[in-house]
């Protein structure tokens, strides 16, 4: 039996079973699009705690060289870790090229991942 058609029989019969059927018939319609959206929330929640990478690991260079556009993906471009790859990330990063070369050294790649975590 269809549930709206219950809803639109107005008898004082059924009366009751009218405020019944249209309060349950809603409510399921609203537990069911929780239920529809959950799967995709929990997807959501579980993306942004992603095991960060170590610093200065091929695996953190590449992510890095993801986020900031370094190279084309291609495989054109400086190679990871390199002074002219810092360079480039300095750029991308603070938007100015550095006066000097920039370390590339571990306590350059910490305040590099310090500086992507705040984007």
């Not at 590449?62 to 300095?90: F, I, K, T």
């Amino acid at each position: 039996m269809n549930p709206r058609w219950f809803c639109h029989r107005k008898s004082v019969e059924n009366t009751f079973l009218f405020v019944l059927c249209c309060n349950s018939y809603f409510i399921l319609d609203d537990v069911m699009r929780i239920v529809m959206l959950f799967p995709a929330l929990l997807l959501a929640a579980c993306q942004t705690m992603a095991p960060t990478e170590a610093v200065g690991s091929q695996a953190w260079l590449e992510q890095v060289d993801r986020q900031l556009a370094v190279s084309d993906g291609q495989g054109h471009g400086p190679d990871y870790g390199s002074q002219e790859w810092c360079n480039v990330v300095h750029f991308r990063l603070y938007g100015k090229a550095s006066v000097e070369p920039v370390p590339c050294d571990q306590a350059w790649m910490e305040k590099v991942d310090q500086e992507m975590k705040k984007r």
